[in-house]
């Protein structure tokens, strides 16, 4: 995943952030997660550059890596799907975790943060958002409406873990203003058990205006920075 920044791929990432970075300014302002999934750590490292201090990845095994070659510098949050057997390995590098939607992987994720902080892999509790799924589908991830209370007691009563916010997919096909809507006052309602202001990531390339209408605090966007994906 290493190599050599071209100067062209220097210029093309620097347009796209400042592209993106004004469309997030002419929608109402909100934090912004560049996803590097699929594209190597030499992009990351002119994210950072550019003033990036942190970006997302999907897949456990790239992110570790990734982690590893940058040492920490930008962190990494995973938004991806969490299979339980792979917590004790994501609370060790995961900067924080955008897909928290069962009791079983927040009992993972707490137990794995403990097992991180007593080896010295890190140095305090694991910020986690709670994943709202607007229609239920398993493959997708993310819990309903009905299941969103109940967790974030869970997770602020979680020893290794901070409860941050919420996160949200519309589905496809899906009224994203009403998808993000609906996730904005479900935030709003765990907001008590929430640390610090609370956290909305909703909202990707294609849609990040209207999330931020919709509250979105902070746009997770891949392809309008990095490009498409590269050939692997």
């Known amino acids: ?15 796209n952030l400042r592209a993106v970075r004004q469309r997030i300014a002419d929608a109402g302002g909100a934090d912004l997660l560049p996803i590097t999934k699929f594209h190597p750590v030499a992009d990351i490292k002119l994210l950072r550059a550019f003033g990036v201090g942190a970006v997302g990845e999907n897949r456990e095994q ?3 890596q990734k982690h590893a070659e940058l040492g920490g510098d930008p962190a990494i949050h995973m938004v991806g799907q969490i299979q339980t057997k792979k917590a004790n390995s994501v609370a060790r590098w995961a900067a924080a975790v955008h897909t928290v939607d069962s009791d079983k992987l927040l009992h993972a994720l707490d137990r794995g943060a403990g ?19 607007a229609d239920g589908d398993p493959d997708r991830g993310g819990a309903v409406a009905e299941d969103i209370d109940r967790l974030a007691d869970a997770a602020a009563a979680a020893e290794h873990l901070e409860l941050r916010g919420l996160m949200t997919v519309p589905p496809l096909g899906a ?10 006052r479900l935030l709003d309602s765990i907001a008590d058990r929430v640390l610090g202001a609370p956290v909305y990531s909703a909202g990707m390339s294609g849609d990040l205006e209207t999330a931020i209408a919709e509250g979105s605090t902070l746009v997770r966007v891949g392809t309008d920075i990095m490009g498409p994906r590269p050939v692997i």
């Open 62 to 64: 790239e992110a570790k």
């Open 175 to 184: 009224n994203a203003a009403e998808v993000f809507a609906t996730g904005r």
């Open 1 to 15: 995943m290493t190599g050599a920044p071209s100067g062209n791929r220097s210029d093309e990432l620097a347009a």
């Open 115 to 133: 097992l991180a902080i007593e080896r010295g892999d890190r140095e305090g509790a694991l910020p986690v958002l709670l994943q709202f799924s």
